[in-house]
């Protein structure tokens, strides 16, 4: 098994054990990588990831909420909605990391560890997160308004950053 593979299966479960039994995530994050026999590379990534997740909670489950049609955080399966928690916190924050990538990894996690229906579900609305939030930054970015026909530095550059993220995905095939 790959190593960030892995690690995401390792955030996964303690992300599951924040939401379920509602202690310190430091604490659990430690209890769980002390029994754990992984290489430091596997649990660096693993608490980067749920660190970050948790940190950023609220922004997250604002966005699923908004792209889960008629479907309420709180009723949705516990491993699902973590499952989109961790997809969801590397397709909004986790620039380095392919969206294509973040996706991929998530419907597997799901199919591993969810029901039947869990990989459709979470692939569905990473879809709608990706399509809405990560690629309508190029949207938004190529409308905004051009003075005297040239774009600001700034535009130019995150333009071209995401150019070359694409192109190199794109190159490389599955990253990360």
């Not at 130019?156 to 995905?169: G, P």
């Amino acid at each position: 098994m790959r190593k960030r593979t892995r690690a995401r299966e390792y955030a996964l479960q303690i992300l599951y054990q924040i939401d379920i039994r509602k202690e310190p995530s430091e604490k659990l994050i430690s209890e769980f990588m002390e029994a754990e026999d992984a290489e430091p590379e596997v649990k660096d990534f693993a608490e980067a990831l749920i660190r970050g997740a948790v940190m950023n909670i609220k922004k997250i489950d604002e966005a699923i909420s908004k792209y889960a049609s008629n479907w309420k955080l709180n009723r949705m399966a516990v491993i699902d909605r973590n499952v989109l928690r961790l997809a969801a916190y590397e397709l909004l924050f986790c620039e380095d990391i392919p969206p294509k990538v973040s996706i991929n990894e998530a419907v597997d996690l799901a199919k591993k560890f969810g029901d039947m229906e869990s990989g459709k579900f979470v692939n569905g609305i990473l879809d709608r997160i990706k399509r809405e939030a990560v690629d309508g930054i190029l949207d938004r970015i190529n409308k905004e308004k051009v003075v005297n026909g040239v774009r600001s530095k700034k535009d130019k550059e995150a333009i071209n950053s995401i150019r070359d993220k694409k192109d190199k995905e794109a190159i490389n095939g599955k990253a990360s």
